[in-house]
T-cell receptor, first 113, second 114 residues
Framework: AQSVTQPDIHITVSEGASLELRCNYS??????LFWYVQSPGQGLQLLLK??????LVQGIKGFEAEFKRSQSSFNLRKPSVHWSDAAEYFC???????????FGKGTRLSVIA | KAGVTQTPRYLIKTRGQQVTLSCSPI?????VSWYQQTPGQGLQFLFE???????NKGNFPGRFSGRQFSNSRSEMNVSTLELGDSALYLC?????????????FGNGTRLTVT
């Protein structure tokens, strides 16, 4: 069955430290890949997406993600975290064809001073 | 350009009642999707509509239904509410149907069933 796994439920990082959030998917072919962020009481905001081409994609707010086909992964990174980055982050995958967007369970990011 | 608007923001209902949630997509967007978000199950897909036709449906009971109007606005209805229906219901729109069309989300309707 198709699935999206975010292994880390909760991550705490210090402000200014680097960040990597993991995402693995299980699909037959390379799907379309997305990262979304959700602040408390808000909807989801698209950070970045990967469809094809360069495997390192840049997004908003200084985030980037790297697609690794061999590992079926699409990890999100940021070189220096700001306190305002504290939120929940969702990896999402959509396979080619008329299928809905499937989300991982999310990773909650806490940022400490 | 205004974002996706969901009304109401909060709802409190009693078991057995029914509820209707509304979603106005971004102007020009013709595809609308609905998701249910709960702490235990995360984000689960409910429906997707495009040009007033349901294109995809998630694994939810028939108590959950939806529709899309000619102006792309969408409603979802939940009948015979159960306690487990308490959740944040998120609507998302995109310019067109298709796997490479990113979804733009509203802030959701928080439904509490007592």
């Amino acid at each position: 069955a198709q699935s999206v796994t975010q292994p880390d439920i909760h991550i705490t990082v210090s402000e200014g430290a680097s960040l990597e959030l993991r995402c693995n998917y299980s699909y037959g072919a390379t799907p379309y890949l997305f990262w979304y962020v959700q602040s408390p009481g808000q909807g989801l905001q698209l950070l970045l997406k990967y469809f094809s081409g360069d495997t390192l994609v840049q997004g908003i707010k200084g985030f980037e993600a790297e697609f690794k086909r061999s590992q079926s992964s699409f990890n999100l990174r940021k070189p220096s975290v700001h306190w305002s980055d504290a939120a929940e982050y969702f990896c999402a995958v959509r396979s080619r064809g008329n299928t809905p967007l499937v989300f991982g369970k999310g990773t909650r990011l806490s940022v400490i001073a | 350009k205004a974002g996706v608007t969901q009304t109401p923001r909060y709802l409190i209902k009693t078991r057995g009642q029914q509820v209707t949630l509304s979603c106005s997509p971004i102007s020009g967007h013709r595809s609308v999707s609905w998701y249910q978000q709960t702490p235990g199950q995360g984000l689960q897909f409910l429906f997707e509509y495009f040009s007033e036709t349901q294109r995809n449906k998630g694994n939810f009971p028939g108590r959950f239904s939806g529709r899309q109007f000619s102006n792309s606005r969408s409603e979802m209805n939940v009948s015979t509410l159960e306690l487990g229906d308490s959740a944040l219901y998120l609507c998302a729109s995109s310019p067109r149907q298709g796997e490479n069309s990113p979804l733009h989300f509203g802030n959701g309707t928080r439904l509490t069933v007592t």
